[in-house]
């Protein structure tokens, strides 16, 4: 079931209602970010920023290593009477690889935490949808929530001051 709202307020109240009324399998769709959203439908924090986090200090330690091992101990070379581990000439291959192991973890942590790509959604067949990016805000229950049932999803939309509530067609 979709219901379209006209504002922002009336989506997240009616989040917030759907989520304390047992509703667990639901997504909004609106066409900027609404502020508490997230957690209004009960969503939780994701492991991404602990995978970026980590992600970092490897690189960040495995580029330090790296060159630790290749010009301070494989294969060192006097240069102008400095020490073999010169440690500030190391920062900038550190920090270049930290920054871009954390990357790579940050792509494709949220690929995987947001089981992309999903190019279909049942949620596209709905003709009002495509006003989803421009004017109109949407929360959707799914089918697959345990508490769903066709007629009281249906009543208990409408009674969230919903323009429209939307069947949408698998």
């Known amino acids: 079931m979709l219901a379209m709202f006209e504002d922002h307020e009336h989506l997240l109240a009616a989040a917030r209602k759907a989520h304390d009324q047992g509703y667990r399998r639901m997504d909004a769709y609106s066409p900027f970010p609404v502020e508490g959203l997230s ?48 440690w500030p000439a190391f920062i900038p291959i550190t920090f270049e690889l930290t920054i871009l192991s954390a990357s790579i973890c940050a792509l494709l942590s949220m690929v995987i935490f947001n089981k992309l790509p999903q190019p279909y959604h049942p949620v596209f067949n709905v003709a009002d949808f495509a006003r989803a990016s421009v004017d109109r805000f949407f929360l959707c229950i799914e089918s697959t929530d345990p508490k769903f049932d066709l007629q009281k999803t249906r009543e208990f939309l409408a009674s969230c001051q919903a323009r429209e509530v939307l069947e949408v067609p698998l």
Not at 41 to 65: A, D, E, M, N, S
């Open 39 to 86: 957690e209004a439908l009960g969503h939780k924090r994701t492991l991404v920023p602990l995978v970026v986090l980590l992600g970092g200090i490897t690189g960040g330690l495995g580029g330090y290593f790296m060159e630790w091992y290749a010009l301070a101990r494989d294969y060192p070379i006097n240069v102008g009477g400095r020490p073999f581990h010169s």
